[in-house]
Every structure is written in structure tokens, then in C-alpha cells.
């Protein structure tokens, strides 16, 4: 019996053998009533924020709230296409404007696309009519070309040096066995002659331009041939000698022994200037080099006609003394009849051939005993 019998809160006094052994709270079970209620509450929000009718189902809600949306996204692009700038249309020359179909923006289309796809390729009349910087070895960065260069400078130097110490016999079997070393010599010749102020083989090719039609001049350690190459179409004979031959201008031949021209030398104390000559000139242009370099001042006497011209060109700092020199190749059967030193890198000589007497072995000995008046050009070790 419950102490207070109130309708609504009597409690049990034993708990029903349900929920003696049930500790779960158990949720409360909604009416039909109450779920109805819901549904009428929840329609009427929706209808107040997205203005739906009131018999409108989930499905068309779904695609009014996305219709909104499209249409602000469409005047979105509309407002954009405004700012965009109107194209220029092509009138023709009757005045009417070609009307912009779609299969015309297609194309214009197609033709960007390709134009984009090779913007990266020469212009027009570029490649085809303007010809390509050569490069002598592709694909090397610019460290390494510069190591190259180096290389090769030292390469020259090596060389140099040592065919102004060793016999000129000893520098044609050099350049026989290796023929590659004749063409690095060269070519850091050339490489080096960039640098300097001025070159004798420019200086004689303007002075030797003014001689006579058919002048013959013998070139001694021609190298590569420059003063044949300038002054044969000018009507001038020039023959070119050198360690090794080209094929083409330049004839194999020991400039310090012996040269493949005819001239005789005196064959008694008479003094005379030899018989059966050709040369008119005979150009030594820095090509005094050979420990044995007096034998081809000898050779230029052999092959002059009587009163011939030698002309040479010496680097500045060879010389122990000018004079020296001088008194050398007066020796041999030379006159003095110029010198020019203005340059700071070269001296200039011009001699004429004159008579002389026979030489003999102890005398020749002795002269070329006084080669060392021109010292060999060597370079300081890095």
C-alpha cells in the first residue's frame, strides 16, 4: 500500500521482474501524434527560408535550391563577358564584315594551338638562312672549354720550345712520326697571333702587294701559307716552304740544310754571288727557330739572284744584341740596308744579297758557333 495515494505518482513498492533486471534507461516512445507535429513544424521552416509551395516534395526542393545558384553562377559570366574587349572582325573590301561562325572560332582555335606547340623554334628565314655559330666541341660547359683552351696553350708552348732547342733534323722527325703535332703547333700559332698588336705576315702581304707582276718570293717556315694565299692572285709567285707539306701550297723541305731550288754558292776565295738563281725575295717571318737557324740564312744567299732581298722578322726579346745579329747574317754575304724596330714585339730587317768568297767547314763552324746572338723563346713553368 503506497503511503500517499496521489493519481499519477504512485510508486510500486517491488519492482516488476522487467526492470529489476534492466539497468538501460529507456528512451521515450513518440506518438504518432508528436511525429506529425514535427513534420508540420519542419515543413513550414522550410517553405519560410526557401520559398518552396507547400505540397512541394523533397525532390523538386533539392533542385530549387539548386537553381539559385545557377542563376547567379550565369550572371556571373555574363557580367564577365561584358569586360571582355569586342575581337576585331575582318572586313573585306566590299565593306561586309565576315560573320563569326563557330566553325571559325574552331579554327582559330586550332591554329593557336598549334602556334603554341612550336613557339619554341626558330622564326621564319632564321635557321634556314642564317648559318649556325660553329662550335668545336657541343655539349661542353663553359669551364671545360676554358680548361681546353688552356690545355691546348700549353700544348703549343711545348712545342714551341722545343723546336727552338733541337736540330732541325730532330723537328722534321718529330713532326714525320706525329703529324698531328705540326697541326696543334699551328693552330695555337694562330690562336696566339690574335693577340698581338700587329703581324709581320700582314705587314709583308701590304708591302710585297706593291712589287712588280711576277716577282718570285721564297716564303721560309710559311706555316700555313698566308702570304701565298694573299698574293698569288695579285700575279706574285710566291714559293712556300715548311716542315711538312699541305699539298697545295706549301713544299716538305729542311729551310735550315737544304731547299729544293737551284743557286750555287762560291767554289773559291773569289768573290761572287753564285749562279743559276730565281728568287727575287726570301721572307724569314719568325721562323728562325732551330738551334742550326744560321743555315737558313746560308740557303737564302744560295737561292738569290745577285742583289736579292732578305727580309726578316724577330721577336723583340730573342735579341742579346741587335748588332750581333747584325754582324751574323753580314757574314754570311748580307748588307744591311734597313732595320725597323718602331713595333714593341718585332723587329724588322731588309738586307741585300752581295758577293762573297767560299765558306769553309772551320769558318761555317764558327758561325754557327754565334747562334746563340738570337735566344730560344721559352715560357715561365705555372
Known amino acids: 500500500m503506497a503511503l500517499f495515494d496521489v493519481p499519477g505518482w504512485t510508486v510500486p513498492t517491488e519492482p516488476t521482474p522487467a526492470q529489476a533486471g534492466s539497468k538501460k534507461r529507456k528512451r521515450r516512445q513518440h506518438s504518432p ?143 714525320k712520326k706525329d703529324p698531328k703535332v705540326f697541326r696543334d703547333y699551328h693552330d695555337g700559332f694562330r690562336h696566339q697571333v690574335q693577340s698581338w698588336p700587329s703581324n709581320p705576315v700582314s705587314h709583308y702581304i701590304d708591302e710585297f702587294s706593291r712589287h712588280p707582276p711576277k716577282t718570285v718570293i721564297a716564303d721560309l717556315g710559311c706555316g700555313d701559307a698566308a702570304l701565298a694565299k694573299a698574293l698569288h692572285p695579285k700575279n706574285l709567285n710566291v714559293l712556300s716552304f715548311d716542315l711538312l707539306s699541305d699539298g697545295t701550297f706549301v713544299v716538305e723541305a729542311d729551310i735550315c740544310s737544304r731547299l729544293p731550288l737551284p743557286g750555287s754558292e762560291p767554289l773559291s776565295v773569289e768573290r761572287t754571288e753564285g749562279e743559276g738563281q730565281i728568287v727575287d725575295v726570301v721572307v724569314c717571318a719568325l721562323s728562325l727557330m732551330s738551334t742550326n737557324w744560321p743555315g737558313c740564312i746560308r740557303e737564302a744567299w744560295r737561292i738569290l739572284r745577285p742583289g736579292g732581298e732578305l727580309r726578316i722578322a724577330e721577336v723583340v726579346s730573342r735579341f742579346t744584341a741587335a748588332e750581333d745579329f747584325v754582324s751574323l747574317v753580314r757574314d754570311v754575304g748580307f748588307k744591311l740596308k734597313k732595320k725597323d724596330d718602331r713595333n714593341t714585339h718585332f723587329t724588322l730587317f731588309q738586307f741585300k744579297k752581295v758577293a762573297r768568297a767560299t765558306i769553309l767547314d772551320q769558318e761555317w763552324s764558327a758561325l754557327l758557333s754565334r747562334g746563340g746572338v738570337l735566344k730560344p723563346c721559352e715560357y715561365k713553368r705555372r
Open 33 to 175: 501524434d508528436d511525429i506529425q507535429s514535427a513534420q508540420a513544424n519542419l515543413d513550414k521552416l522550410v517553405r519560410m527560408l526557401g520559398h518552396v509551395p507547400p505540397d512541394s516534395d523533397s525532390r523538386p526542393l533539392k533542385k530549387k535550391k539548386k537553381k539559385p545558384r545557377a542563376e547567379v553562377s550565369q550572371g556571373t559570366l555574363e557580367s564577365r563577358k561584358v569586360e571582355v574587349p569586342t575581337p576585331v572582325v575582318f572586313t573585306p573590301k566590299d565593306g561586309t564584315a565576315r560573320p563569326k561562325t563557330k566553325a571559325n572560332r574552331q579554327h582559330k582555335g586550332s591554329k593557336n594551338s598549334k602556334s603554341s606547340s612550336t613557339e619554341k623554334l626558330d622564326p621564319p628565314g632564321l635557321s634556314s638562312e642564317l648559318p649556325l655559330p660553329v662550335q668545336e666541341k657541343p655539349g661542353l660547359t663553359p669551364l671545360q672549354k676554358h680548361m681546353k683552351q688552356n690545355l691546348g696553350g700549353a700544348h703549343f708552348r711545348l712545342i714551341n720550345e722545343k723546336l727552338y732547342k733541337s736540330h732541325s733534323a730532330e723537328a722534321i722527325e718529330m713532326m
